[in-house]
């Protein structure tokens, strides 16, 4: 896991950002989380939280992005109710090179 604490886009009018390269190895995938899928709460007020978050990528095996998206976001709403923007964004390496070729697949839910 890779956790960058940054800033929201826009937030400030001089808010510098931190770009970072990553290697991945075929069939890997990077996930992106917006606070609103980690901050989710249950009654005791425990969030989501990235273990959850990894937890739910990891059984995810070869499914496609968009029922990893789906499937990420209902976990989430079933731990606890949505009051954030939820947006996920998942690129997996593909399987064939070249790199470019990866799938790109964002998902944002903004319910509240």
């Known amino acids: 896991i890779v956790q960058e604490q940054q800033l929201p886009v826009?937030?400030?009018p001089d808010a510098g950002f931190a770009g970072k390269a990553m290697e991945l190895d075929m069939g890997d995938v990077l996930l992106v989380a917006t606070d609103g899928i980690l901050e989710v709460c249950d009654r005791d007020e425990e969030e989501f939280g990235p273990a959850r978050l990894k937890e739910t990528l990891m059984a995810s095996g070869?499914?496609?992005?968009?029922?990893?998206?789906r499937e990420i976001l209902s976990k989430a709403r079933a731990f606890g109710p949505q009051t954030d923007d939820q947006t996920l964004l998942l690129i997996r390496r593909s399987i064939q090179p070249p790199l470019h070729s990866a799938t790109l697949v964002g998902i944002s839910a903004t319910e509240a």
């Open 10 to 12: 826009g937030l400030l």
């Open 62 to 69: 070869d499914q496609t992005l968009p029922s990893v998206a």
